[in-house]
Structures are given as C-alpha cells and as structure tokens.
T-cell receptor, first 110, second 115 residues
Framework: GQQVMQIPQYQHVQEGEDFTTYCNSS?????IQWYKQRPGGHPVFLIQ?????EVKKQKRLTFQFGEAKKNSSLHITATQTTDVGTYFC??????????FGTGTRLQVTL | NAGVTQTPKFQVLKTGQSMTLQCAQD?????MSWYRQDPGMGLRLIHY???????DQGEVPNGYNVSRSTTEDFPLRLLSAAPSQTSVYFC??????????????FGEGSRLTVL
C-alpha cells in the first residue's frame, strides 16, 4: 500500500535558526496536506498543495510540492518557540483514505 | 462552534472489556474517520465513512467496529480490549466525501489505556 515517509524524525534547533522537514510518498499524489500538532494537542490543518511544483507561503512557513508530485517540504525561517510541535504531511490514497506521514517533531530552545 | 467532539477524553480498561469512543460533529461533514496515534508511528487510519450508512476499513481495522447511522455521529467500538490498543484516538471529519480533497478537522483526542 501507499507509504508516506518523513525526515528527520526529530530536530532540535535554537530559536532563530531555520528548519526543514521532507515528505516522500511511494506513489504519485493528487495533492498533499500539512498539519501541525502541538504537544498534547490534536493535528491542525496548515495547507494543501495541488499543483506540480507549487510553492505556498504562510508568514515564515514555505511549503513546496515536488515536480513529480511524490515529495513535499516544509521550511520554517527563523524558528520561534511557538513553532514547537510535530509536523505531518498527508496524502490521499485509494478509496478516500488519507495516509499520514510519520511526522517530524520540532523542538526549539532559546 | 463545537466542531468535532470526542468523549471520553481519558479511559482505562482491563483486557477483555468493551467500550465505545464517541465522536460527533456539527459541521454537516460527509466524511468522518478514526485514527490512532502511537509514538513514532504517526497517525494510522482505523475506519472511515463517506456518508451515513457507509463505512469502510482503513489501515488498522482489526479489533474495532464502527457504524454511521447519522451524518453527525461516528462511534468507534472496541469489542474486547487488548493492551496493544493502548493509544490516543482521534476522530476527524471533512466536508468533502473524498479524503484529501478537503482539510480534516480533528477532535481533541481520547487517551485509552488497556491494562
């Protein structure tokens, strides 16, 4: 079945440093979604990318969808302590199933 | 604005007991789903529904049952709890029947421990 992998599993940065997480799917995706989960919380939708090569920005967050629509990335510029959490990508599989990646846990310290 | 409501938030069961996790949404969403989250394994789909009266299996359905008698409610039943079912369970809904075509709205989660 479809597999969605994310790297790294964990990253610890100093506040102000940049952060990137990468998402790779075993199959071509019609679109990809990104979610953020704060510690002890529930996943919250960030964005959806649909087009090949698409780039979208939300303040300090930049999302990219690969040309082959099998990979994606999330880049955070100048991290802040409010960015702490786990970031998940998710892609639609067969028959209305949304498969989540394994997630990247981001820790930010002062 | 209740969104997706899950109950209970915490539950401790003994092996072999049964229970139902409740999920209700007030957004008139067609699509509802249940995920379990375990450390290092992300979110895994248990069951999902694209509308009232329609349910289907996800990635890890064994040991769980669901039904969808109304648009609003999507309960998850554990028939005979096992320690391997210790996890955090999330219910999520979407306004579109096709997963991945609309954002998922998650409940706050139900933390289940099976002794």
């Amino acid at each position: 079945g479809q597999q969605v992998m994310q790297i790294p599993q964990y990253q610890h940065v100093q506040e102000g440093e940049d952060f990137t997480t990468y998402c790779n799917s075993s199959t071509t995706l019609s679109n990809i979604q990104w979610y953020k989960q704060r510690p002890g919380g529930h996943p919250v939708f960030l964005i959806q990318l649909v087009k090949s090569g698409e780039v979208k920005k939300q303040k300090r967050l930049t999302f990219q969808f690969g040309e082959a629509k099998k990979n994606s990335s999330l880049h955070i510029t100048a991290t802040q302590t409010t960015d702490v959490g786990t970031y998940f990508c998710a892609g639609p599989g067969t028959a209305s199933k949304l498969t989540f990646g394994t997630g990247t846990r981001l820790q930010v310290t002062l | 604005n209740a969104g997706v409501t899950q109950t209970p938030k915490f539950q401790v069961l003994k092996t072999g007991q049964s229970m139902t996790l409740q999920c209700a949404q007030d957004m008139n969403h067609e699509y509802m789903s249940w995920y379990r989250q375990d450390p290092g394994m992300g979110l895994r789909l248990i069951h999902y529904s694209v509308g009232a009266g329609i349910t289907d299996q996800g990635e890890v359905p064994n040991g769980y049952n669901v039904s969808r008698s109304t648009t609003e409610d999507f309960p998850l039943r554990l028939l005979s709890a096992a320690p391997s079912q210790t996890s955090v369970y999330f219910c999520a809904s979407s306004y579109l029947a096709g997963a991945g075509t609309g954002e998922l709205f998650f409940g706050e989660g139900s933390r289940l421990t099976v002794l």
